[in-house]
């Protein structure tokens, strides 16, 4: 069977079109690292989002792996063989099928040294995530090769790219986001709202089965040898169907953005002044505990003694914060395209910042301009707008700043305090650097 097998793959388009689809996978994947950059899960995600462009390309590799054994007339030849046909199509169904594994496994794998460093949390939802790509991509080639089969002509394979990519990017928009079209679409679904998602265990399992039941439809016609039975190929539809629509979440029970609590717990460092980062995060705690510290130190004169990253999220509805805390500063961290800690400058002044906006259920009604002078006071630095600054120009806080900057320093640290002792207690802090401490 090795001999069969390795005899299909140099004859046939199988070994071409795993090498245009992993280059193609790669290049997409590189190209947009910053979207997946923060870990396995938003690596898997990712990749199943682009099958929206890999699929179609096994899709017209299929196609055309038919067309060429059509213009070359190796069915005539094969059926003078005194074998059956459905072990005469087992050979070429396995090749296609190991092109477009290897292939999609390779993309994922030239992935990965992007930030092997610094990924530290592996769910076993990932691997599902992958499990059900691979099927949807083994689908994708043998559809192929049935529409190759039915309609042998050379634009088959291009037409069908075409019409593959537009089925997977336009049609699902244009229909109601909920669980039955995520179900029918193995791109749907994936993309991430926040650093914490996953995909919902019923979501996977009703793609793996529609995807299958494509499969089995597509064996049907690239089998058959009268037209008429091609209908048979209805029948694994029509049962998938049913399951899919069995298993899928729907309603109240399907959200497209699912939280995973395990990646939103703290992994903390074994010595004080403690520094906490969420699993999804722990490969960046050396990096981020130095600069943690540097602040919590800032804030000695204050009840704050911890630094816990902020594991806030705005989707699914209703949005998720952590339980505010006297003795605990909350920090926001960003991961760069290459897995570590993006603008590695912002984040004391933003955790600072923070920490005299006070508990996250008063900020709407705190001075934003307030707390970035007392932040920017306490670290001896000029608010400034760039990439490891502010976001934005606020002169007023510079004006603040270097009003303190012309106190001794005792009072200036007394109205420092004082914002924050109000902001504490979700007071209003307008004019307390101004006008002195109350």
Known sequence: MNRILGIELRRSAALGAALLIAVVGTIVLHATAGRWSTGWMALAMTQRE???????????????QSYREHRANVAELLAAVPRPRPQRVVPILATTALAVLVAYLVTLLAAAPRIADTARYLPPAAFVVVAVGLVAMIASVWL?????????????????????????????????????TA?????????????????????????????AAVAVAGVVLFVVQNRKLAFAA??????????????????????????????????????????????????????????????????????????HEDTSTFSPSPPTS????????????????????????????????????????????????????????????????????????DPDAVKLWKGLQALPRAEAEARVIAVYQAAQKCQDTTDLLSRGAR
């Open 50 to 64: 682009y099958l929206a462009v890999l699929s179609p390309f096994a899709m017209a590799a299929g196609a055309w």
């Open 144 to 180: 192929g090769l049935a529409v190759g089969r039915l309609v042998p002509a050379l634009a088959t394979a291009p037409a069908l790219a075409v019409i593959g990519f537009a089925l997977l990017i336009l049609a699902p928009h244009a229909l109601p986001d909920g669980g039955f």
């Open 183 to 211: 179900a029918f679409s193995p791109a749907r679904g994936m993309s991430m709202f926040s650093d914490y998602d996953t995909v919902d265990g019923g979501v996977s399992a009703a793609q793996a089965l529609w995807m």
């Open 234 to 307: 209805l029948l694994p539809l029509a049962i998938g169907a049913t399951a899919t629509a069995l298993v899928v979440p729907t309603g109240d029970a399907y959200d497209q953005g699912t939280l995973d609590p395990v990646a939103q717990e703290l992994v903390c460092t074994d010595d004080s002044p403690r520094v906490c980062v969420s699993r999804a995060h722990e490969g960046l705690l050396p990096e981020v505990t130095p600069k943690a510290r540097h602040a919590l130190e800032l804030l000695k004169k204050t009840s704050i003694v911890e630094a």
């Open 322 to 393: 952590p339980r505010s805390r006297a003795d605990t500063a909350l920090m926001s961290i960003t991961v760069d395209k290459h897995g570590h800690l993006a603008h590695p400058g912002r984040l004391e002044p933003t955790m600072l910042t923070g920490v005299f906006t006070g508990p996250l259920s008063c900020r709407d009604n705190q001075n934003l301009t307030v707390a970035t002078a007392a932040a920017y006071w306490l670290l001896d630095r000029e608010p400034t707008a760039g990439p490891d600054g502010l976001e934005f120009d």
